[in-house]
């Protein structure tokens, strides 16, 4: 689902930190509001520490640890 506009954005993904306009990582609510040539939201990348994997599967920290590998 492509979020329409920032209060959607925020009620699907959260309050969460992303990476605003200047490459400055801040809170989703608090990140400048782009828009793309036809007027569209653009909703900014998500900030992903370096500790994502932990949580999400036990793959996937296998092959960071051992093989370098970050998906």
Not at 12 to 23: C, E, K, L, P, S
Not at 41 to 64: A, G
């Amino acid at each position: 689902m492509q979020p329409q506009n920032r209060n959607d954005d925020i009620a699907f993904r959260g309050d969460i930190n992303v990476h605003d306009y200047d490459g400055s990582i801040k809170p989703l609510s608090q990140a400048k509001v782009w828009y793309n040539y036809d007027g569209d939201y653009v909703p900014p990348r998500t900030y992903i520490t370096e500790d994502w994997y932990r949580d999400d599967c036990c793959l996937l920290h296998w092959l960071h640890n051992i093989l370098g590998i970050t998906i």
